[in-house]
């Protein structure tokens, strides 16, 4: 249950601390106290978009915690387990706090934590209902998740959701799978002319800048050669080169004992000198020898890099995409001969998994059907306390054509009312009015809170559009649900606000020239007081206390 509020710096409220017991809370005080803030702080703490809007004038920040006390085995301890944030006791304890600038930061038993933890916290711990979200009973989208949860159909809806991913997602893997056989089979005749093109072609990769390299020094082969003739003729005039430096070297050996080893450095310089000349003479006439300067050979060169170009281009490929696209399109031919067989192997299991939807779907539409049994007749029974003894609630449940079939199953799923005798049901919005759909939500909420481990309700004026013995009504049942669960209540009903076990009055006061929102506890007089003034208006008459004192006689 929620244990305590604790509100700073949000909207009016500058410091609140609220402690609540469980049972049922009633929250009362007039239209722009502000009851709408403590929701909307509330929430905060649940996981609710922040808005800077909610820091309070001339604040850098606002936050706000929620402590919760929970027993041993609640679902939130697995969910926390799993996050690796430890529970010390029962004690739960969530706050949220936003920045001026829009920034929020959010913990759980002061450790931080993503918003979207906890917001899955703050699920498993309060379910807040607006005084607008009876609206949401008029979308039939709505109405199967609430069936499922009802009927504890959760495990049954996620195996149909698995199996209907399964099926959809290999029929389009087959879809792929067919459309690119079929475009193969429109282009088999051009494939295969292209890959004996290609393969006659045979082209390797690399190969283009190997050519184009080899093409460049042929085009200026004639005058290499001629380069590298004058300079073997440079090294030969004479009686050349090496000869003359042999010469040299045998005029200073012969006087050699005689220079008393001056000779020496310079024999072996025109020695290293000859045998370099040598091996220069020896690469001039190896690199003549290597170079193949035939007119015959260039033009072949030319012609070779010149046609994988022209297949480049014909293909809109660069010239080393050539080999890989060859390869491609030899895959392309591969999938017409092997093709058929992984179609074959693709539409035996989409009909697997389609069969295997059907009949998790069938077993899930026989559930619902026998949950909306039970769900009907626990909620026809809330009816005739809440004053509506001829109404009656019917949960249709009809199968629809496969192209209406989807992840959450075969069903189209609505709830109907009647709210006359002998009338047939129809659909929410045409059928119930604002007061009747107020107390079809409080019907539903009633028999769902039994199957529902949230330990919180918060109601906000579930009351809204009725009075009378109908708002008695509806706090009689909101007693008896406060048994079962904490009930948080907001409300305008006097009927329903003595039915509080604890009852807390919210007023705007103005304070050192500032307006803020206090949050009373009512007790005795203080209590009655209120009440009366609910039942009377601003101007409290012996009436309205007596009449008061009435309703507070009721078991609370």
């Known amino acids: 249950?929620?244990?305590?509020?604790?509100?700073?710096?949000?909207?009016?409220?500058?410091?609140?601390?609220?402690?609540?017991?469980?049972?049922?809370s009633v929250l009362t005080g007039e239209t722009g106290a502000g009851k709408s803030i403590l929701l909307d702080s509330l929430g905060l703490a649940l996981g609710a978009r922040a808005d800077s809007g909610l820091v309070r004038h001339g604040c850098d920040k606002c936050s706000v915690s929620a402590t919760f006390v929970l027993p041993q085995g609640h679902p939130v301890y697995r969910l926390l387990s799993g996050q690796d944030i430890d529970l010390e006791g029962e004690e739960l304890v969530v706050r949220r706090v936003v920045t001026a600038d829009g920034r929020s930061r959010a913990y759980v038993?002061?450790?931080?934590?993503?918003v979207g933890l906890l917001r899955d916290v703050g699920d498993y711990c309060v379910e807040i209902q607006g005084q607008f979200d009876q609206h949401g009973l008029l979308d039939p989208t709505t109405h199967r998740s609430t069936l499922d949860a009802h009927g504890n159909l959760g495990s049954m809806a996620l195996a149909v959701r698995d199996h209907w991913r399964a099926w959809r997602e290999t029929q389009?893997?087959?879809?792929?799978?067919?459309?690119?056989?079929?475009?193969?089979?429109?282009e088999e005749e051009w494939l295969r002319h292209a890959v004996d093109e290609l393969e006659k072609l045979g082209p390797e990769e690399g190969e283009e800048e190997r050519l184009a390299e080899e093409r460049q020094f042929l085009m200026h082969g004639e005058k290499l050669v001629a380069a590298l003739n004058d300079a073997s003729g440079e090294l030969s005039r004479g009686k050349g080169a090496e000869s003359a430096l042999r010469?040299?070297?045998?005029?200073?050996?012969?006087?050699?004992?005689?220079?008393?080893?001056?000779?020496?450095?310079?024999?072996?310089?025109?020695?290293?000198?000859?045998?370099?000349?040598?091996?220069?003479?020896?690469?001039?006439?190896?690199?003549?020898?290597?170079?193949?300067?035939?007119?015959?050979?260039?033009?072949?060169?030319?012609?070779?890099?010149f046609a994988l170009r022209a297949a480049a281009r014909k293909y809109n490929v660069p010239?080393?995409?050539l080999n890989a696209l060859m390869k491609d399109f030899r895959s392309q031919i591969d999938q017409l001969e092997f093709g058929e067989k992984e179609l074959s192997r693709l539409t035996a299991a989409v009909a697997q998994y389609r069969s295997a939807f059907v009949e998790a779907a069938e077993k899930l539409h026989a559930a619902r059907k026998e949950a909306a049994a039970k769900l009907d007749t626990a909620i026809n029974a809330e009816l005739p306390p809440l004053r509506m003894e001829k109404a009656s609630f019917v949960t249709d449940i009809a199968k629809t054509n496969e192209g209406e079939w989807g992840s959450e199953g075969i069903d189209r799923i609505q709830f109907t009312v009647a709210t006359n005798p002998g009338s047939p049901p129809g659909a929410l919005n045409k059928i119930a009015s604002g007061g009747e759909l107020s107390r079809f939500l409080l019907a539903l909420k009633v028999v769902l809170a039994r199957v529902s481990a949230v330990p919180s309700l918060v109601f906000d004026e579930v009351d809204s559009g009725v009075g009378g013995a109908t708002a008695a009504a509806i706090g009689e049942r909101l007693h008896l649900l406060a048994k079962e669960r904490q009930i948080l209540v907001i409300t305008h009903s006097p009927q329903v606000a003595a039915r509080g076990r604890t009852h807390f009055y919210i007023a705007k006061r103005e304070t050192e020239g500032t307006m803020v929102t206090r949050v009373d506890a009512l007790v005795d007089g203080a209590r009655r007081e209120e009440i009366a003034r609910m039942l009377a208006g601003h101007s409290v008459t012996a009436e309205a206390r007596a009449a008061a004192d009435s309703l507070l006689e009721q078991p609370r």
């Not at 500058?14 to 049922?24: A, E, I, N, S, V």
């Not at 389009?172 to 429109?186: C, P, Q, Y």
């Open 109 to 114: 038993n002061d450790q931080a934590v993503s």
């Open 172 to 186: 389009k893997e087959l879809n792929t799978a067919r459309a690119r056989i079929d475009k193969a089979r429109e």
């Open 319 to 321: 010239v080393d995409g």
């Open 247 to 305: 010469s040299a070297q045998r005029c200073l050996e012969r006087e050699l004992e005689k220079a008393d080893g001056r000779f020496e450095p310079i024999i072996e310089a025109l020695d290293r000198a000859a045998i370099e000349l040598e091996e220069a003479n020896r690469s001039i006439s190896a690199t003549l020898a290597d170079l193949n300067v035939d007119t015959g050979h260039q033009e072949n060169v030319e012609e070779r890099l």
């Open 1 to 24: 249950m929620l244990r305590r509020l604790s509100i700073r710096n949000v909207v009016l409220i500058d410091k609140l601390d609220l402690d609540f017991h469980d049972g049922l």
